[in-house]
């Protein structure tokens, strides 16, 4: 979605846009037909990523799925989604 710039208003219209950010060495290849080697990571990367940085509102580190997830809730809600009692 995001490597065609017509993209963006659909993408804007439901909200916030986050750009998810890993150590691309630990990238997982199996089931990514555009990833082969770690070379083909660092290729598609800087292919993208000006474009990635361009659509998104914030980026967050994706260390766990679970901090990932926290961050993006409280950014979007605007609250510290620690201190609820019915979180994941």
Same mark, same amino acid.
């Given at each position: ?27 997982e290849l199996e089931g990514r037909p555009l990833l082969k080697d770690f070379d083909s990571v660092l290729r598609l990367w800087e292919d993208?990523? !000006?474009? /990635?940085?361009?659509?998104?509102? =914030?980026?967050?580190?994706? @260390? ?10 409280? !950014?979007? /809600?605007?609250?510290?989604?620690? =201190?609820?009692?019915?979180? @994941?």
């Open positions: 979605m995001v490597t065609q710039i017509e993209n963006y208003e659909h993408l804007k219209q439901n909200g916030k846009i986050y750009l998810l950010k890993r150590n691309l060495e630990e990238l993208r990523k !000006d474009r /990635y940085q361009s659509f998104s509102d =914030k980026e967050v580190e994706n @260390i766990t799925i679970m901090e990932a997830s926290k961050k993006i809730i409280d !950014d979007f /809600y605007g609250y510290d989604y620690t =201190k609820c009692e019915n979180r @994941i």
